[in-house]
T-cell receptor, first 113, second 114 residues
Framework: EDQVTQSPEALRLQEGESSSLNCSYTVSGLRGLFWYRQDPGKGPEFLFTLYSAGEEKEKERLKATLTKKESFLHITAPKPEDSATYLC??????????????FGKGTKLTVNP | NAGVTQTPKFQVLKTGQSMTLQCAQDMNHNSMYWYRQDPGMGLRLIYYSASEGTTDKGEVPNGYNVSRLNKREFSLRLESAAPSQTSVYFCASNSRRLYNSPLHFGNGTRLTVT
């Protein structure tokens, strides 16, 4: 069973058409939720860290929010340069006391001009 | 401002060959990690090093070995490559363990095993 699920798998938007990406998680003991952006042929690039429910962070056209079961990455008036794969990662403490970081499979965003 | 540097960028191996993937970071980070990324799967941790002189297995360590050469460098070795190890390999680093600070990634090594 996946502990971190991202939806949709792929999303096509027109330039200026706002939307949201979802990251849902089933782990307990959340220690941090991370959003990354990955361009083709590149490594993931850090965007945000959220630590507790109700927390929000913003950067340019991106806004990340966190609840007890999911996080949203809101994209307002996207531009073609926002096209990328967005990855979510959840850090948590296992029942055995060890720390773990699990990545979702990502959402591939395409913004058409 | 190099960040995390991985070499080589591309590699093709035949089954049974060995190779070492190199990684170096210039951010004075304590922790370093090796991940693999396969289509339709999330990034999976192979090995990590929480500090110089220590290494630990991650989620998918079989078929790999690592060496933390010094604080800057962390290498990944495939002793006898298999087609199942065809993947994109990413090295990452951060100042503290896993979820305490964001990971900084290199741009990957694309490995094909035939």
């Amino acid at each position: 069973e996946d502990q971190v699920t991202q939806s949709p798998e792929a999303l096509r938007l027109q330039e200026g058409e706002s939307s949201s990406l979802n990251c849902s998680y089933t782990v307990s003991g959340l220690r941090g939720l991370f959003w990354y952006r990955q361009d083709p042929g590149k490594g993931p690039e850090f965007l945000f860290t959220l630590y507790s429910a109700g927390e929000e962070k913003e950067k340019e056209r991106l806004k990340a929010t966190l609840t007890k079961k999911e996080s949203f990455l809101h994209i307002t008036a996207p531009k073609p340069e926002d096209s990328a794969t967005y990855l979510c990662a959840v850090g948590f403490t296992t029942q055995g006391g060890s720390e773990k970081l699990v990545f979702g499979k990502g959402t591939k965003l395409t913004v058409n001009p | 401002n190099a960040g995390v540097t991985q070499t080589p960028k591309f590699q093709v191996l035949k089954t049974g060959q060995s190779m070492t993937l190199q990684c170096a970071q210039d951010m004075n980070h304590n922790s370093m990690y090796w991940y693999r990324q396969d289509p339709g799967m999330g990034l999976r941790l192979i090995y990590y090093s929480a500090s110089e002189g220590t290494t630990d297995k991650g989620e998918v360590p079989n078929g790999y070995n690592v060496s933390r050469l010094n604080k800057r460098e962390f290498s990944l070795r495939l002793e006898s490559a298999a087609p199942s190890q065809t993947s994109v390999y990413f090295c990452a680093s951060n100042s503290r363990r896993l979820y305490n600070s964001p990971l900084h990634f290199g741009n990957g090594t694309r490995l094909t095993v035939t």
